[in-house]
């Protein structure tokens, strides 16, 4: 069954670095996301993507964010100077149509010290 | 802007009993309702979705909803609980006429099951 990925499973890094979170949709899909889960809290949307280009960012998706589909397979989350408070599970997410069920990945834990 | 609201961020039942997990939406336009399951350590996974049609949807592992529009409900149930039903379970709603809508979770509910 087709199966989003995601690369690194835990990455940890110093405040201040920046940090690069991988992403394979599933390959027919058009429509990707990022979410971010803080350890015990909810999942919060961070950005849309399509058409390469934002659909729609959160506030939480600030000039330290940025994301790429680099070469039509992988999507990433930049993000250039880390804080301690982006220490999160991100996950990517990807749909085949406008609207209906997201399909998550197993989700990036990042731990900025 | 839309919203879900799930009650009681912590349930318990014991193994054989019904499960019954709270969640009302808040939206201006009909919605498209979902139930996320997420078990320790991993993804989400979804065990069900409203989109249209009929208001009561059965998932996988014997979950079902219904959809009350007159309540802003969708409250996820289980006839009988598994301990292998022991997760947090997000309800979610998205705007089915924005362009690449997003889907937006509730808090989550922490399901516990006593043997």
């Known amino acids: 069954e087709p199966e989003v990925t995601q690369t690194p499973s835990h990455q940890v890094t110093q405040m201040g670095q920046e940090v690069i979170l991988r992403c394979v949709p599933i390959?027919?899909?058009?429509?990707f996301y990022w979410y971010r889960q803080i350890l015990g809290q909810k999942v919060e949307f961070l950005v849309s993507?399509?058409?390469?280009?934002?659909?729609?960012k959160s506030e939480i998706f600030d000039d330290q964010f940025s994301v790429e589909r680099p070469d039509g397979s992988n999507f990433t989350l930049k993000i250039r100077s880390t804080k301690l408070e982006d220490s999160a599970m991100y996950f990517c997410?990807?749909?085949?149509?406008?609207?209906?069920?997201?399909?998550f990945g197993e989700g990036s834990r990042l731990t900025v010290l | 802007a839309q919203s879900v609201t799930q009650l009681g961020s912590h349930v318990s039942v014991s193994e054989g009993a019904l499960v019954l997990l709270r969640c009302n939406y808040s939206?201006?336009?009909?919605?498209?309702l979902f139930w996320y399951v997420q078990y320790p350590n991993q993804g989400l996974q979804l065990l069900l979705k409203?989109?249209?049609?009929?208001?009561l949807v059965k998932g996988i592992n014997g979950f079902e909803a219904e959809f009350k529009k007159s309540e802003t409900s969708f409250h996820l149930t289980k006839p009988s609980a598994h301990m292998s039903d022991a997760a947090e379970y997000f309800c979610?709603?998205?705007?089915?006429?924005?362009?690449?809508?997003?889907?937006?979770f509730g808090s989550g509910t922490r399901l516990s099951i006593r043997p």
């Open positions: 993507f399509y058409n390469n280009e934002i659909s729609e």
């Open positions: 979610a709603v998205s705007d089915p006429y924005s362009s690449a809508s997003k889907i937006i």
């Open positions: 997410a990807s749909r085949d149509r406008v609207v209906g069920e997201l399909f």
């Open positions: 390959s027919n899909h058009l429509y």
């Open positions: 409203y989109t249209t049609g009929a208001t």
């Open positions: 939206s201006s336009v009909p919605p498209y």
